[in-house]
C-alpha cells in the first residue's frame, strides 16, 4: 500500500490501466477520449511488482515467460 501512487502510474505508464474521459455532451459513439499515450515502459516493469503476477512466475516459469 505504501506504493499505492507510483504503481498506478506504473500501470499507466506501461498500458496496463488505459486513461480515458468521458464527455456526455459529444455525440453517441465519441463520448469516450483515450487519454494515455503509447506505453513508454515494457508491461513487466508493472506487473513484478504486485504479488499476484509474481507467484504465476515463482509456481509455473514457463507460463511466466510468456505473460512478458
Known sequence: M?????????????GYWPLFRFD???PKGKKFK???KEPS?????F?????RFTRV?????????KTT
Open 2 to 14: 505504501g506504493i499505492g501512487a507510483p504503481q498506478q502510474e506504473k500501470a499507466v505508464e506501461t
Open 24 to 26: 456526455p455532451t459529444k
Open 34 to 36: 483515450l487519454d494515455s
Open 41 to 45: 515502459s515494457p508491461v513487466s516493469e
Open 47 to 51: 506487473m513484478y511488482n504486485e504479488s
Open 57 to 65: 512466475v515463482k509456481q509455473n516459469p514457463e507460463l511466466g515467460k
